[in-house]
């Protein structure tokens, strides 16, 4: 007996297969059902696309691939969505991947060139479906998630340094 998400030539079903056995308990035949996932996923793709991190962060969600050298298949990304990972990204991108990949929950904090090539430090947080076999990844430069609370401390230097001045110190 199966359940579970099947993808035939690049679309994606929900599928069970079911046993049906005679009374000495061998199987006779069997049963099975397909549902077509597209407008789900359409949906999945609408919703998780419009979500942003930070400034410039977004969605992005992986499965693995079949062929291990591929790493897995962009099933959502802004640039990439339906390409392997291995064939869309240079090396040290691929590894950050295969990491998310593996640790399937949590957050993963890292180091990659920009387009400029500064280092830029990142974050992801990471989410796995195991009944889907994808993960879910968000995430953006740190900076961009630090930025509020680097604001609100140069704001109460401020407010503290004027308190300290105007109270005579």
């Known amino acids: 007996d199966y359940a ?7 679309e994606f079903y929900f599928s069970t297969v079911k046993a ?3 009374g000495d308990g061998q199987v006779f035949g069997g049963l099975s059902v397909r549902i077509a996932l597209a407008a ?4 999945i ?14 969605v992005w969600i ?7 050298t591929k790493i897995g298949e962009f099933i959502l990304h802004p640039e990439y969505q339906g390409k392997f990972v291995s064939e869309a990204l240079p090396g040290p991108a691929q590894a ?3 990491q998310v990949m593996a640790k ?24 796995h479906s195991p009944g889907w076999g994808m993960t879910v990844a968000t995430g953006s430069r740190l900076e ?9 401390r140069n704001v109460m230097l401020i407010v503290g340094i004027v308190g300290a001045l105007a109270s005579g110190l």
């Open 20 to 22: 049906l056995k005679g």
């Open 144 to 152: 961009e998630y630090l930025k509020a609370s680097h604001q609100m």
């Open 104 to 127: 399937k929950e949590g957050a993963l904090r890292y180091v990659l060139e920009g387009a400029a090539g500064e280092r830029q430090e990142r974050i992801v947080g990471i989410g």
């Open 96 to 98: 950050v991947v295969r």
């Open 4 to 10: 579970g998400l099947v993808v035939r030539n690049g």
């Open 40 to 43: 789900e996923l359409q949906q």
């Open 45 to 58: 793709r609408e919703v998780m696309g419009r979500i942003k991190a930070g400034d410039t962060g977004y």
């Open 62 to 68: 992986v499965r693995p691939s079949e062929d291990e």
